[in-house]
Protein backbone atom coordinates (compact mmCIF):
# COMPACT_ATOMS: atom_id res chain seq x y z
CA UNK A 1 0.00 0.00 0.00
CA UNK A 2 1.39 3.41 -1.14
CA UNK A 3 0.46 5.18 2.49
CA UNK A 4 2.67 2.70 3.92
CA UNK A 5 5.92 4.51 1.95
CA UNK A 6 4.21 8.11 2.55
CA UNK A 7 2.77 7.94 -0.86
CA UNK A 8 -0.11 9.68 -1.96
CA UNK A 9 -3.33 7.24 -2.48
CA UNK A 10 -5.01 7.19 -5.74
CA UNK A 11 -7.52 4.57 -6.10
CA UNK A 12 -10.85 3.36 -7.10
CA UNK A 13 -13.60 4.58 -4.30
CA UNK A 14 -14.82 1.87 -2.40
CA UNK A 15 -16.76 2.09 0.56
CA UNK A 16 -13.90 0.36 2.83
CA UNK A 17 -10.96 2.71 1.56
CA UNK A 18 -13.51 5.65 2.24
CA UNK A 19 -14.17 4.51 5.72
CA UNK A 20 -10.56 4.08 6.22
CA UNK A 21 -9.08 7.12 4.78
CA UNK A 22 -11.88 9.54 4.46
CA UNK A 23 -10.03 13.01 2.57
CA UNK A 24 -6.80 11.57 2.57
CA UNK A 25 -6.51 9.56 -0.42
CA UNK A 26 -7.68 10.85 -4.08
CA UNK A 27 -11.02 8.39 -4.94
CA UNK A 28 -11.59 7.96 -8.77
CA UNK A 29 -14.63 6.47 -10.88
CA UNK A 30 -14.05 4.85 -13.87
CA UNK A 31 -17.12 6.70 -15.88
CA UNK A 32 -15.51 10.04 -14.62
CA UNK A 33 -11.67 10.20 -15.41
CA UNK A 34 -11.56 13.09 -16.34
CA UNK A 35 -12.66 14.61 -13.25
CA UNK A 36 -10.40 12.10 -11.68
CA UNK A 37 -7.17 13.41 -13.80
CA UNK A 38 -8.00 17.07 -12.91
CA UNK A 39 -8.15 16.20 -9.08
CA UNK A 40 -5.22 14.73 -9.35
CA UNK A 41 -3.43 17.91 -11.61
CA UNK A 42 -4.87 19.89 -8.54
CA UNK A 43 -3.36 17.75 -5.62
CA UNK A 44 -0.18 18.07 -7.40
CA UNK A 45 -0.10 22.01 -7.39
CA UNK A 46 -0.94 22.00 -3.89
CA UNK A 47 2.36 20.68 -1.86
CA UNK A 48 1.26 21.01 1.52
CA UNK A 49 -2.58 20.02 0.90
CA UNK A 50 -0.83 16.92 -0.70
CA UNK A 51 1.65 16.45 1.76
CA UNK A 52 -0.98 16.35 4.83
CA UNK A 53 -3.09 13.65 2.72
CA UNK A 54 0.11 11.58 2.42
CA UNK A 55 1.44 12.27 6.49
CA UNK A 56 -2.44 11.30 7.57
CA UNK A 57 -3.18 8.09 5.30
CA UNK A 58 0.94 6.71 6.59
CA UNK A 59 -0.28 7.14 10.16
CA UNK A 60 -3.73 5.55 9.51
CA UNK A 61 -1.90 2.69 8.39
CA UNK A 62 1.19 2.52 10.39
CA UNK A 63 -1.29 2.92 13.67
CA UNK A 64 -3.95 -0.10 12.40
CA UNK A 65 -2.90 -2.00 9.20
CA UNK A 66 0.16 -3.55 9.59
CA UNK A 67 0.66 -7.10 9.80
CA UNK A 68 1.45 -6.57 14.03
CA UNK A 69 -2.02 -5.52 13.65
CA UNK A 70 -3.20 -8.40 12.16
CA UNK A 71 -1.35 -10.53 14.10
CA UNK A 72 -3.08 -9.10 17.72
CA UNK A 73 -6.05 -8.82 15.67
CA UNK A 74 -6.27 -12.56 15.13
CA UNK A 75 -4.93 -13.59 18.84
CA UNK A 76 -7.71 -11.53 20.28
CA UNK A 77 -10.27 -13.32 18.07
CA UNK A 78 -9.30 -16.90 18.66
Known amino acids: MSAACGSLNITNKTSYFE????SNAIYYN????????EQVKEILKNNKKRMEMCFNANEIVMKNHTWKNRTEQIVNMI
Request: charged letters at 35%; hydrophobic letters at 40%.
Open 19 to 22: KIFK
Open 30 to 37: DLLLQSSK
